[in-house]
């Protein structure tokens, strides 16, 4: 029986170009990557990694050396459902969210890559794709850009034929509107455009917001509250005017289950490297399938783009650019503002050995 036999751990920190803040005001200058390199008995490699934006990549880093990787050694990849469970069900009392699950997503692609470059296969074609692109819409339209920089994002992003155009709103609700009047403008009127708040909102915000935007024709609300208010989003769902996208901060298909249950949103945002992996994204996927529920992954589209393919309602993926692009050996490419499925065995991702060296953040 194959084994895996070792397990590396790294932790990276990549500085972003711009100064980015979030909607509620954070810094957003570095992402951290941390990466997990699995190898097993007959001398494969399967690689997987996790972003943790704005720091906490450290803690990541930490508990996977101290927690996971012992789980690892001796685990049979062809077993990698067995792996995730155990490493779950080990994990429990630490949390169920955050650090914990980031460090089972990490381990959980890189396993996955293993076992699909075992079989020789593209991951997508090892899980079952039923579809040969997916479109990709632009993020990166950030609040803390003038509007003269928003402008230009968005053009950017409509020059290169994207599905749509993202962009961030913050507390003051004036500037909220006219940052989406700005990208309206951009896309014409048959373009798409979402709306990021961030979980900057309350619920009454939400309201008034959604009425001032109500005639712009927006595809999307991501994210107006707080994630965990998913009483609260049942009770937005359906009475504002406007769709309702959350998910990124769900952390394994239990959450997921409850936003469906409470009829609490229209596009789910699921994200491999946060809640799970491969393994508890494919079955969120089949949640969506089942309730019938569109599919826009959370950032990431060089992995997401390569899972989603396998759902019946996968919409889009999200692209922004957080790594640069010698950051990567190997990664889809974006044409006409889609992403093929690759040919390559694995994910079609592999992290640039400079990469390593360059970004690896001192132990």
Same mark, same amino acid.
């Given at each position: 029986?194959?084994?895996?036999?070792?397990?590396?751990?790294?932790?990276?920190?990549?500085?972003?170009?711009?100064?980015?803040?979030?909607?509620?005001?954070?810094?957003?200058? $570095?992402?951290? $990557?941390?990466?997990?390199?699995?190898?097993?008995?007959?001398?494969?490699?399967?690689?997987?990694?996790?972003?943790?934006?704005?720091?906490?990549?450290?803690?990541?880093?930490?508990?996977?050396?101290?927690?996971?990787?012992?789980?690892?050694?001796?685990?049979?990849?062809?077993? $990698?459902?067995?792996?995730?469970?155990?490493?779950?069900?080990?994990?429990?009392?630490?949390?169920?969210?955050?650090?914990?699950?980031?460090?089972?997503?990490?381990?959980?692609?890189?396993?996955?890559? *293993?076992?699909?470059?075992?079989?020789?296969?593209?991951?997508?074609?090892?899980?079952?794709?039923?579809?040969?692109?997916?479109?990709?819409?632009?993020?990166?339209?950030?609040?803390?850009?003038?509007?003269?920089? *928003?402008?230009?994002?968005?053009?950017?992003?409509?020059?290169?034929?994207?599905?749509?155009?993202?962009?961030?709103?913050?507390?003051?609700?004036?500037?909220?509107?006219?940052?989406?009047?700005?990208?309206?403008?951009?896309?014409?009127?048959?373009?798409?455009?979402?709306?990021?708040?961030?979980?900057?909102?309350?619920?009454?915000? =939400?309201?008034?917001?959604?009425?001032?935007?109500?005639? *712009?024709?927006?595809?999307?609300?991501?994210?107006?509250?707080?994630?965990?208010?998913?009483?609260?989003?049942?009770? *937005?769902?359906?009475?504002?005017?406007?769709?309702?996208?959350?998910?990124?901060?769900?952390?394994?298909?239990?959450?997921?289950?409850?936003?469906?249950?409470?009829?609490?949103?229209?596009?789910?945002?699921?994200?491999?490297?946060?809640?799970?992996?491969?393994?508890?994204?494919?079955?969120?996927?089949?949640?969506?399938?089942?309730?019938?529920?569109?599919?826009?992954?959370?950032?990431?589209?060089?992995?997401?783009?390569?899972?989603?393919?396998?759902?019946?309602?996968?919409?889009?993926?999200?692209?922004?650019?957080?790594?640069?692009?010698?950051?990567?050996?190997?990664?889809?490419?974006?044409?006409?503002?889609?992403?093929?499925?690759?040919?390559?065995?694995? =994910?079609?991702?592999?992290?640039?050995?400079?990469?390593?060296?360059?970004?690896?953040?001192?132990?």
């Amino acid at each position: 029986m194959t084994v895996i036999v070792r397990a590396e751990v790294h932790h990276l920190a990549v500085p972003q170009p711009h100064p980015i803040r979030s909607s509620y005001g954070s810094a957003l200058d $570095v992402l951290g $990557v941390v990466v997990v390199r699995v190898t097993d008995t007959d001398g494969r490699v399967g690689e997987g990694w996790t972003t943790v934006i704005g720091g906490g990549g450290a803690s990541v880093a930490s508990f996977l050396s101290t927690e996971l990787v012992p789980l690892v050694i001796g685990a049979d990849p062809a077993r $990698v459902r067995d792996l995730w469970q155990r490493m779950f069900m080990h994990s429990l009392s630490r949390g169920r969210k955050g650090v914990a699950m980031y460090a089972i997503s990490a381990v959980d692609i890189a396993v996955w890559d *293993l076992r699909a470059r075992t079989a020789n296969q593209p991951l997508h074609a090892h899980l079952g794709s039923v579809a040969p692109e997916v479109p990709v819409y632009g993020d990166g339209c950030w609040v803390s850009m003038s509007h003269d920089e *928003l402008r230009a994002a968005a053009e950017a992003y409509a020059d290169r034929d994207f599905w749509g155009v993202k962009l961030k709103v913050g507390a003051d609700l004036d500037d909220a509107v006219r940052r989406v009047e700005i990208v309206r403008d951009v896309v014409g009127p048959s373009g798409r455009v979402m709306v990021d708040a961030n979980q900057r909102y309350d619920l009454l915000t =939400t309201r008034r917001f959604a009425a001032a935007i109500n005639d *712009l024709d927006i595809t999307w609300l991501e994210e107006p509250i707080l994630a965990d208010s998913i009483h609260d989003y049942g009770r *937005l769902h359906g009475t504002i005017g406007v769709p309702i996208a959350a998910g990124e901060n769900e952390y394994s298909r239990y959450g997921f289950r409850e936003l469906l249950e409470h009829g609490a949103v229209d596009i789910l945002q699921p994200d491999a490297h946060r809640m799970g992996g491969v393994t508890e994204f494919m079955r969120v996927l089949a949640l969506a399938d089942t309730w019938n529920i569109p599919v826009a992954p959370h950032t990431s589209w060089e992995l997401h783009s390569q899972l989603v393919c396998c759902g019946t309602t996968a919409l889009v993926v999200e692209y922004y650019d957080w790594l640069p692009e010698d950051f990567f050996a190997v990664r889809p490419e974006v044409t006409n503002g889609f992403v093929a499925v690759t040919q390559a065995p694995g =994910t079609g991702v592999s992290i640039d050995p400079a990469s390593f060296e360059k970004y690896q953040v001192a132990q």
